[in-house]
């Protein structure tokens, strides 16, 4: 098994941080720009679908307004199968980033940069960014 490597990548985003954190932490605002379709079930177990297919998520960590958690739960046994959604807004402008983290095998970078930044894409349209 590969050792996956943490990327981080920050994304001005022309928005309220509530706005925001809707689309970050919800099934509809998620299915908005991230996935086809997002499902919740009682265990508030996410389940992101794209192109029919499925992955399942849970929430291990959540600070409302400010950042959430997920854990990719088909790779328990790697401790960096997550993505975290973390929302920062500077003190002096107001201005808001979001901040993304994210494993990648080394040879998936590019790939995965770029399709983050098709999704933030999506999402600045969205809520109108």
Excluded at 30 to 58: C, H, M, P, R
Excluded at 84 to 97: H, K, Q, S
Aim: a negative charge; glycine letters at 4%.
């Amino acid at each position: 098994m590969s050792v996956k490597k943490k990327i981080q990548l920050e994304y001005n985003i022309n928005s309220s941080t509530k706005v925001l954190f809707n689309r970050l932490s919800t099934p509809a605002g998620l299915s908005e720009w991230f996935a086809d379709n997002v499902n919740i079930d009682a265990n508030k177990v996410f389940t992101f679908i794209w192109d029919g297919y499925e992955q399942k998520a849970e929430i291990v960590a959540m600070k409302d307004q400010t950042y959430i958690k997920f854990h990719w739960l088909d790779e328990d046994e790697d401790e960096n199968s997550f993505f975290e959604f973390r929302i920062e807004e500077d003190e002096l402008t107001g201005d808001i980033a979001l901040i993304i983290t994210d494993f990648v095998d080394d040879d998936e970078k590019d790939d995965i940069s770029k399709l983050w930044d098709k999704q933030i894409t999506e999402l600045r349209h969205v809520i109108g960014s």
